[in-house]
């Protein structure tokens, strides 16, 4: 069945839509005039995608979505409290070092010292999480890794996760999150992103 396309020259319908030259007069058509398939990348058309995730009929619903924040508030959280059980641990020997050894009271004040400092950083980071907004992005998963540290002799291992997003504009950025999250995305999943000082609180899934 012959095309819409008409040759400008002759005015005579083309074959097929993506002829570059007319079958009856053999005109050239204008380059302009040549259908292109959208240009697509390893996560689909994303423009397309984002099209119709602005008009998904729950994207409403997928902004307002009760996302919690007890993850990362606990762990700054534990850092306060881990600073300042350390730096009371080591009182008590400051205070006797102090009393039998003189100069040599400096080795455990500097122990308190790391103490107080580990319950600073923990309250800064704690107070900058809490007072960060809450924001929402219209964004597709383009990456998750994990990353392992500790775990020598006489510690155990931890393990957090990070997830990258990409925004509508092809902006990217990496955020931490938790190991519940990120089992539930992949990349190339689209939807809403819920990002609180450098966390992914949330991602709500959009089919499109």
């Avoid at 397309?48 to 959280?77: C, D, K, W």
């Avoid at 534990?78 to 400096?106: D, E, K, S």
Wanted: proline share 5%; charged share 20%.
């Amino acid at each position: 069945m012959a095309s819409d396309r008409k040759c400008p020259n002759c005015g005579a319908r083309l074959a097929r839509a993506k002829e570059r030259f007319c079958g009856f007069c053999g005109h050239e058509m204008p380059r302009s005039d040549v259908v292109r398939a959208a240009p697509t990348g390893p996560y689909g058309d994303l423009p397309s995608r984002f099209r119709a995730l602005s008009e998904h009929n729950r994207l409403q619903e997928m902004m307002e979505i009760h996302v919690s924040e007890t993850g990362p508030s606990m762990q700054y959280g534990c850092l306060v409290v881990f600073g300042v059980i350390f730096a009371l641990g080591a009182l008590p020997v400051f205070i006797g070092f102090a009393a039998m050894m003189g100069p040599l009271a400096l080795f455990p004040l500097a122990f308190i010292g790391v103490g107080v400092a580990i319950s600073i950083w923990g309250l800064t980071k704690y107070l900058a999480f809490k007072n960060a907004p809450m924001e929402r992005y219209l964004a597709v998963v383009v990456g998750e890794r994990q990353h392992v540290s500790g775990g020598g002799h006489n510690s155990s291992s931890s393990t957090s996760y990070h997830v990258t997003i990409e925004l509508e504009d092809g902006e990217r950025e990496e955020y931490r999150t938790s190991g519940k999250i990120l089992g539930r995305v992949s990349p190339g999943d689209i939807g809403v992103a819920h990002v609180k000082g450098g966390h992914l609180l949330g991602f709500a899934r959009a089919v499109v």
